[in-house]
């Protein structure tokens, strides 16, 4: 045997498994050349080196890792990118006092709510329906997995919605996120070219906690359909191998070389020598000892844990005394808050271009949600201002909506000569089916509507009036009447009258009616709107119709007309008070002066007996912008009086905005430490200022 | 959405995660890198569900993308090594009445060894390790894409530069032949 041969036996074949006469020629040849000697030894050494066994946890994680990726692939469709906008809806819960309180999210049926074409604020009382499970389908609704049908040359966008909150328990989540994501969703459908994608139930969720609440997010980006109800065995995936997890009363720590057991260290200092990094940055301890609590940290979106050990973990700092470091590197779509309080998804994984997001919280542990929905583009950011809601505070999707989408459209299609020549010929263009042509008809609005001119040339408006009059579907009516919204064209007051005039649905006449306020000036539109407010038959499109032939002073009148005005029903003197929030899309007339003592007096008595409880909540919202003092005392009564917990809660938020009146102070205190629900209770003491006032209620209670 | 990724690590990585992480770890060292590297190599195979679906030994294929994902090491190369102290990270078999001077010898040995692998290039820990893995020259060289030439060569300078590093420590154990260390 000479050396080639030992080198054959070294690369190709098995030196544990030699026959006799082979290994005894081999220790013969390796006896006396030291170089095959050398090379058998470390060949050996490689052979048996000793190699741990896999963490349990890695599949696990490789798994998670390959789903992401897989998700975030995004897709194309015509070799340009198609716009798809992904919504993400939260819901918060309050935290325990002591410990935390995540929502449970199990997999399960999808709850998504039927989308009805309404007003946006229409969903404002559907309160009895909430916890009922709402049928998924609609046509305009789509798998992701199929291309978007009426998307020609990939204009459109792509809505990706998610399930909602389908497990949280408690109702008063559901309640305000239905209202927001149905009001949404209407509002993302009014636009013709928009396409919705569900995204699947059950596919993404995880679990993040922000300083204070705990916050359940669903049709996020982790891979994993386990429900995240047990904090504690989540945070075992945290520690990752060399971390033991210590469950310390409520909070889990973690614990590097039983250096933080609280049984080995016998002190008080559990968990507080390792120093714990999200992202590089430090997890503010949940308490006083310097403890990070794992149950804060939401492990199903960690994209990689590492425990750093030794001398090197000194390079983070050095107030750990046994130089651990649990450092978890988070996936890079999820990411700290800008305030550094929290967890947040971003939305690079996912494969849209702009994610929506919503999320419901209580702030300080209160019981008193609010809503929030923001959007942010995987290009630049932050998209769009975020729009809020509290409970009894109305929102306006629409506005939101639209910003959204001129943001959208201003990314893609830039305002020049030759694109909008382009889109004036394809809405002239007759041959196209109606979608097509809404579709055309809003890139032309919104394209003049950036260009600054949106002023029509009569003969572009009178070709959109012929092709309008030719719409007999309710749902493109209505389209087609909201695309006309902006355009300038005297013409184009004649399809809304007549729409008004001879709308089938009183929805298409009510949209007529808030439509043709924009041309009050126009004699033709008067004449429909004096019209449609003497002779219509729904009192509600009659009300729309005087209302929008008003100017600003003519609107206040008749608010406070009405309001004073006993011959009518309480429901309908206060229905004008309400209106300029259901239209949602003029800016609230401000009642200012006209708020005199009667007024407020009148008010007072008409919320002591009005039912239900929702009108007086959203009256006190609405008032709530007024700043007339004489409105106070009423929020007084109503916050001592009201027997419904929402009204009290809207009450105390519409004082809360006047505390520079003692009164208002006052009754805020006196709520604070005496009101049967701790939901206004908390409200209150929120809205008295910082924390200073909060101990001093509290001492002198 | 019926992700392909998911039902391709499933089906055809998943069974073979075990022998993943023994390659990474033998060219890693060290439990979080080889934990990255098996991570990173689930993801990249995933971007090629087609290659991976279609592949006659998946092991051998993953291996490759493993191999390549080492050799272009940025984020190894990237982050500060993590250097554990003398037998940290190491969890040791508990052999049969093993003495704690056999633990010890053997640590002192695993020492010995993981840093004398540290002084080797990059190629020669990897073509080492798939050889102690037990692929022939041909696997290898699929996994590679080393010629078997070049292989031959560069094998056996790889041992003997292990050889010298591990001799250069001095460490009498680590040098002592065991042929047929079976028996």
């Known amino acids: 045997m000479n050396c080639q041969d030992i080198a054959g036996i070294l690369d190709d074949g098995d030196s544990q498994s030699l026959s006799a006469a082979e290994r005894r020629a081999v220790e013969a040849h390796v006896a006396g050349c030291a170089e095959c000697r050398a090379a058998f030894a470390a060949h050996d050494a490689m052979v048996s080196m000793v190699l741990p066994a896999m963490s349990p946890d890695l599949a696990a994680q490789c798994r998670r890792l390959v789903v992401a990726q897989s998700v975030g692939g995004g897709r194309r469709v015509g070799g340009r990118p198609l716009f798809v906008v992904g919504v993400l809806l939260a819901g918060a819960a309050a935290a325990a006092l002591v410990g935390l309180n995540v929502i449970g999210g199990a997999g399960g049926g999808s709850v998504l709510p039927e989308l009805a074409v309404t007003t946006p604020d229409s969903g404002g009382n559907a309160n009895g329906s909430s916890a009922m499970p709402l049928p998924e389908s609609d046509e305009a609704i789509a798998e992701p997995a199929e291309p978007a049908v009426n998307a020609p040359d990939a204009t459109g966008f792509t809505v990706g919605v998610s399930p909602l909150l389908q497990n949280s328990t408690n109702p008063e989540v559901i309640r305000i996120s239905e209202t927001v994501y149905r009001a949404f969703l209407d509002e993302l459908r009014r636009i013709p070219n928009i396409e919705l994608v569900m995204l699947p139930a059950g596919e993404f969720q995880a679990t993040a906690i922000t300083a204070g609440s705990a916050i359940l997010i669903e049709g996020g980006v982790a891979a994993s359909t386990a429900p995240f109800q047990t904090p504690a065995s989540e945070a075992t995936t945290v520690a990752g191998p060399p971390v033991d997890v210590i469950e310390f009363e409520a909070a889990t720590v973690a614990s590097i070389r039983n250096l933080s057991d609280p049984v080995s260290a016998g002190t008080t200092a559990e968990g507080a020598r390792t120093l714990v990094l999200v992202d590089s940055s430090r997890v503010v301890s949940s308490n006083g000892n310097g403890t990070v609590d794992m149950n804060t940290i939401p492990t199903a979106l960690a994209g990689r844990i590492e425990t750093i050990t030794g001398g090197a973990s000194a390079t983070y700092g050095s107030d750990f005394l046994d130089n651990n470091i649990a450092g978890i590197r988070v996936d890079r779509r999820f990411s700290w808050t800008g305030d550094g309080d929290g967890f947040m998804i971003t939305p690079q994984p996912l494969p849209y271009d702009v994610v929506l997001e919503a999320a419901a919280s209580s702030r300080s542990g209160s019981n008193v949600w609010s809503f929030v929905v923001n959007a942010r583009s995987r290009s630049s950011g932050a998209l769009s201002t975020s729009l809020g809601s509290e409970i009894g505070v109305p929102m306006d999707p629409s506005a939101f909506v639209k910003q959204l989408i001129e943001t959208l459209q201003a990314e893609v299609f830039p305002v020049d000569e030759k694109s909008l020549a382009a889109v004036t010929a394809n809405v002239l263009d007759r041959r196209l089916s109606v979608d097509e042509w809404l579709a055309e008809l809003n890139r032309l609005k919104q394209m003049t509507g950036r260009a600054g001119n949106t002023r029509l040339s009569d003969d572009v408006a009178l070709a959109i009036v012929d092709m309008g009059s030719r719409i007999s579907d309710p749902r493109q009516l209505i389209s087609y009447l909201q695309a006309l919204e902006g355009l300038e064209n005297a013409v184009l007051v004649q399809p809304l009258g007549q729409a008004l005039r001879n709308g089938e649905s009183e929805n298409i006449r009510l949209e007529a009616a808030i439509l043709l306020a924009n041309f009050r000036q126009d004699p033709m539109a008067r004449a429909a709107l004096d019209g449609a407010a003497n002779a219509d038959p729904s009192p509600a499109v009659r009300l729309s119709a005087r209302w929008a032939a008003l100017d600003e002073a003519g609107q206040r009148n008749l608010i406070v007309t009405s309001l004073l005005d006993t011959r009518l029903t309480d429901a309908e003197r206060i229905e004008p008070l309400l209106l300029d929030v259901r239209w949602a899309r003029t800016a609230p007339v401000e009642l200012g002066p006209a708020v005199d003592a009667t007024v407020a007096n009148e008010l007072g008595t008409l919320l002591r007996r009005h039912e239900p409880a929702e009108t007086r909540a959203r009256v006190l919202g609405r008032l709530s912008r007024e700043r007339s003092q004489n409105l106070t005392p009423l929020f007084v009564e109503r916050l001592r009086d009201d027997e419904a917990e929402v009204v009290r809660t809207a009450a105390a938020s519409a004082l809360g905005q006047r505390l520079d009146e003692p009164a208002a102070r006052q009754a805020l205190e006196r709520a604070a430490m005496s009101d049967p629900s701790p939901v206004v209770r908390q409200a209150a003491l929120r809205w008295l200022e910082g924390p200073v006032a909060q101990s001093e209620v509290l001492i002198r209670n | ?183």
């Open chain 2, 1 to 183: 959405m019926a992700d392909p990724g998911p039902r391709a690590f499933d089906e055809r990585i998943a069974p073979q995660l075990a022998l993943l992480f023994r390659a990474a770890w033998r060219l890693t060292g060290n439990r979080a890198d080889a934990e990255d590297l098996v991570q990173d190599t689930c993801v990249l195979a995933c971007e090629n569900p087609k290659a991976l679906g279609e592949a006659d030994h998946p092991d051998r294929w993953l291996l490759r993308v493993l191999y390549h994902r080492f050799i272009d090491g940025t984020r190894r190369r990237r982050r500060s090594p993590v250097v554990p102290r003398k037998g940290e990270e190491l969890p040791l078999p508990v052999a049969d009445e093993a003495g704690p001077e056999d633990l010890a010898m053997q640590t002192e040995q695993e020492c010995a060894l993981q840093e004398a692998c540290d002084k080797l290039s990059d190629t020669q820990r990897a073509l080492l390790s798939l050889r102690a893995e037990g692929y022939g020259l041909d696997e290898i060289e699929t996994i590679t894409g080393i010629g078997k030439d070049v292989l031959r060569a560069r094998l056996h300078r790889a041992r003997l530069s292990l050889a010298r590093y591990l001799e250069q420590r001095g460490n009498e154990a680590a040098t002592s032949i065991r042929i047929g260390s079976k028996s």
